[in-house]
């Protein structure tokens, strides 16, 4: 009975250093699986590799030797002895992703922009100059009424003087009157005239012969209907008054409005007494449209 009860208590204290030593050898060997915490499942686990140890002798005899008399020996030799750690933590080799285009996050990476060359100022290697011109009409919208006279000098010459009168001849440049106003936007009726009024006639010695010698006879080119060539002005020494606010050529006060293009001239005589002074003389007749 004693010596059973010795064999009992040397089994029972080695199997508890044997605890004891085998916890020591494995904090020695991963201290990471003494402070580590506990892992937690998740919902899409990734198979980690796990070590695995080679199986080893328990280093107490089995029950079958327990009662012999080497039992004493036996406990205190597994007593002494710790199995070697035959395992170690293999490293986990990466996984390589068969995806190039996307992360292990799932995420598709940005592409890295290609390094580009610094702006290009352009630099400037000739330069030349084109002259623009424009001409402008005037206006003819609305419509107006005008008048244009004949870039031409009106030139006297004597012809048919006698001994009590010297009688001089010339032309009157062509005078147009053109009217584009609409008629429908023009009054009923839409008169107008042109006027004419002579200057004296001045020599370079001084000597004058008054605007009343001149007289003029209007002729309209064409047919006006409406417009008409104004009456004939006599001078002075044929009973008139001269060319002083004679009408050339016209439309009549009470006329309808008549959108066209009207010309007429006139037959310039002047008549002077056989004294007047010899010389170039000069006048000027002046022109007025009205409406």
Known sequence: MIRTTRAVLATAVPTAALALSVLLATAALAPEAVNAPESTPTSAPVPVPTATASSTTLPWPSSATRSGRDSDTDAATACCTVPPAESTAATAAPVEDDDPDVSSDGATPTATPAPQDPERLPEQQDAGGVDVGVSIDPPTAPGALSMTVADSPATLVESGSTPLRRRFLGALPTVTVTDTRDPAQ??????????????????????????????????????????????????????????????????????????????????????????????????????????
């Open 186 to 291: 023009s009054p009923a009726a839409s008169g107008w005239y042109v006027l004419g009024t002579a200057s004296d006639f001045t020599g370079a010695s001084g000597a004058s012969i008054g605007a009343a010698h001149l007289g003029w006879t209007p002729e309209l080119a064409g047919s006006g209907g409406a417009v008409s060539a104004g009456p004939r002005v006599s001078g002075v020494l044929d009973g008139g008054s001269g060319v002083r606010d004679a009408v050339l050529v016209g439309a009549d006060d009470d006329s309808p409005a008549q959108a066209g293009s009207w010309s007429a001239t006139a037959d310039l005589i002047l008549a002077t007494e056989p004294t007047v002074a010899a010389g170039a003389y000069r006048s000027t007749l002046t022109l007025s449209l009205f409406e």
